[in-house]
């Protein structure tokens, strides 16, 4: 049961580059999509999120874009820099605002960036 | 910044034995949670607790745990007697109704021997 994927374990990147994150959902009905970021031993840290009315949420260098008719999303990180390099988890809920919806979250990506 | 701070950070203990991994939520948030994710797999939501009761559990919720909210500030749960499957990195989330966003706790590694 696999509703939120992130088909790369991997990717690596050059510093200064864009970085780029995929992630497919399989439930229309999911509402909410957030990015965390998590290192080694700490628990997930909120990054970005986008309510499914919109397309596009920008904050500083993180860009999440969502295409609702391909069930698709994705994370840009421009200029990426050495201490983004962590793993990279997509959720989604099914309630606007995860306030009351569990977050259901993909397998993750490890990203490492290169100086 | 306010943040969501778990204790202990790693416990040990014995199959069958009852564990209680506690969760100071962020002050003025009003929706609680807890997930886990076993080594190498997905982070798995379990539960959340709302207004003094359990909103939604998942199916790993079973009746061996139990989650409270002893006083204003602690969130709690409570495996009653653990197996081995239980090992795994236990985190606490919280959320407000106007963030919109749940925040995450470092955590805590519960390994059962």
Not at chain 1, 29 to 46: C, H, Q, R, S, V
Not at chain 2, 30 to 49: D, H, N, T
Not at chain 2, 58 to 73: A, K, L, T, W, Y
Request: charged content about 20%.
């Amino acid at each position: 049961d696999q509703q939120v994927k992130q088909n790369s374990p991997s990717l690596s990147v050059q510093e200064g580059r864009i970085s780029i994150l995929n992630c497919d959902y399989t439930n229309s009905m999911f509402d909410y999509f957030l990015w965390y970021k998590k290192y080694p031993a700490e628990g997930p840290t909120f990054l970005i999120s986008i309510s499914s009315i919109k397309d596009k949420n920008e904050d500083g260098r993180f860009t999440v874009f969502l295409n609702k008719s391909a069930k698709h999303l994705s994370l840009h990180i421009v200029p990426s820099q050495p201490g983004d390099s962590a793993v990279y988890f997509c959720a989604a809920s099914l309630n606007y605002g995860g306030s009351q919806g569990n977050l259901i979250f993909g397998k993750g990506t490890k990203l490492s960036v290169k100086p | 910044e306010p943040e969501v701070t778990q204790t202990p950070s790693h416990q040990v203990t014995q199959m069958g034995q009852e564990v209680i991994l506690r969760c100071v939520p962020i002050s003025n948030h009003l929706y609680f949670y807890w997930y886990r994710q076993i080594l190498g797999q997905k982070v798995e939501f379990l539960v959340s607790f709302y207004n003094n009761e359990i909103s939604e559990k998942s199916e790993i919720f079973d009746d061996q745990f139990s989650v409270e909210r002893p006083d204003g500030s602690n969130f709690t749960l409570k495996i009653r007697s653990t197996k081995l499957e239980d090992s795994a990195m236990y985190f606490c989330a919280s959320s407000s109704e106007t963030t919109d966003t749940q925040y995450f706790g470092p955590g805590t590694r519960l390994t059962v021997l």
